[in-house]
């Protein structure tokens, strides 16, 4: 088969051929130039802010749960609390990042772990983790474990 002029299809650039504004009538983007006609849009410099809602009031006023600001650097921590290491080591024992971790309590070791106070403990554990609240920390010592910080 031969190559004929009516089965040549463009290569087709990327962006395509620029928008020429302002050109006159005959090109499809005079007189108005693509902005329509009169408005606050029409203008030079014209338009609003982003999330102005033609005066209503702005989703992100409405909403006090959109303000403030998140911090980047703010540390995840794994939280595991007294009473599931109770269930775990029933009969005290040495409590690890591992150990939590083959047991079940938490599912991976990525994040650091924070021992929090809720539940009641009898037995002495030796529990290792990266912080623990006042709470966990008197209790844990009152029952006659001992707390190691993981830096």
């Keep these: 088969m031969t190559m004929q002029n009516?089965?040549?299809?463009?290569?087709g650039s990327k962006s395509g051929k620029r928008k020429r504004i302002g050109?006159?009538?005959g090109s499809g983007n005079g007189s108005f130039s693509g902005r329509g006609m009169k408005g606050q849009k029409s203008r030079s410099g014209g338009g609003v802010r982003p999330g102005f809602e033609g005066?209503?009031?702005?989703?992100?006023?409405r909403m006090p749960s959109l303000r403030g600001f998140t911090n980047i650097f703010k540390t995840k921590y794994h939280l595991v609390n007294i009473d599931s290491i109770c269930r775990v080591y029933p009969d005290?024992?040495?409590?690890?990042?591992q150990g939590l971790v083959q047991s079940g309590v938490i599912k991976d070791e990525k994040l650091p772990i924070k021992i929090l106070g809720r539940g009641e403990i009898t037995v002495n554990l030796k529990i290792s983790a990266h912080k623990f609240t006042k709470s966990a920390k008197n209790k844990i010592e009152t029952a006659g474990g001992t707390i190691q910080v993981i830096e």
Excluded: A, F, N
């Design 23 to 25: 050109r006159g009538d």
């Design 92 to 97: 005290g024992g040495e409590v690890s990042p």
């Design 6 to 11: 009516h089965t040549i299809k463009s290569s």
């Design 55 to 61: 005066g209503q009031l702005s989703l992100i006023k």
